[in-house]
């Protein structure tokens, strides 16, 4: 079955940086994208980027554009986001999710379990 | 990018009730819209792609409808387990964007 397990949980000072990781089993890991998705304390989901592990291909929105990297090891079959220069605000949860085949690569159709993500000084 | 309006933003019912949620496109997306189901403390869940496409194992009491810049998520006979936050995603723009949520509560 599908699954996808995240890094633990990270607490981070304001500037720092952080990686999450996301590793994936139970089916070929090139064959579907993954978007990660976060959700700061009581608010909604927020869409944060959107990777293909079998191109490298990347698509960030603006806001995090300066700020976000996604990879994926096609090695270990494992999708990172890196995030840099932390502040307060991107204290969160982080999701990594799978796509579904077809035209439905971009719906979130699997998930992580999540990373808490804290950034406190 | 295309932004994404829900309403209401919480809406309170009781089991029974039969509820309809909207999501409002800034610009056509013609039918690239989802819907998702998160409950307290849970990783979201994936109800309706393709704006009325069910997924597999998801009840038949939810139902979504719309097309281009007007969308609707039904609920029919509101079971314990519905009480939840609903959320819409348009991904016909290179960027996803959620809609805000709407958490229903029960009455």
């Known amino acids: 079955q599908v699954q996808l397990v995240q890094s633990a949980a990270e607490v981070k000072k304001p500037g720092a940086s952080v990686r999450v990781s996301c590793k994936a089993s139970?089916?070929?890991?090139?064959?579907?994208?993954f978007t990660w998705v976060r959700q700061a304390p009581g608010q909604g989901l927020e869409w944060v980027g959107w990777t293909r592990p079998d191109t490298g291909y990347t698509l960030i929105p603006q806001k995090f554009q300066d700020r976000v990297t996604l990879t994926t090891d096609t090695s270990t079959n494992t999708a990172y986001m890196e995030l840099r220069s932390l502040t307060s605000n991107d204290t969160a949860v982080y999701y990594c999710?799978?796509?579904?085949?077809?035209?439905?690569?971009?719906?979130?159709?699997?998930w992580g379990q999540g990373t808490q993500v804290t950034v406190s000084s | 990018d295309v932004h994404m309006t829900q309403s209401p933003s919480t809406l309170s019912a009781s089991v029974g009730d039969r509820v309809t949620i909207t999501c409002r496109a800034s610009?056509?997306?013609?039918?690239?819209l989802a819907w998702y189901q998160q409950r307290p403390g849970e990783v979201p869940k994936l109800l309706i792609s393709q704006a009325s496409t069910l997924e597999s194992g998801v009840s038949s009491r939810f139902s979504g409808s719309g097309s281009g810049t007007e969308f609707s998520l039904t609920i029919s006979s509101l079971q314990p387990d519905d009480f939840a936050t609903y959320y819409c995603?348009?991904?016909?723009?290179?960027?996803?964007?959620f809609g805000g949520g709407t958490k229903l509560d029960i009455k």
């Open positions: 610009h056509n997306i013609n039918r690239w």
């Open positions: 139970g089916y070929t890991f090139t064959n579907f994208a």
């Open positions: 999710a799978r796509g579904a085949s077809g035209p439905r690569f971009k719906v979130c159709l699997y």
């Open positions: 995603k348009q991904y016909n723009d290179a960027f996803a964007t």
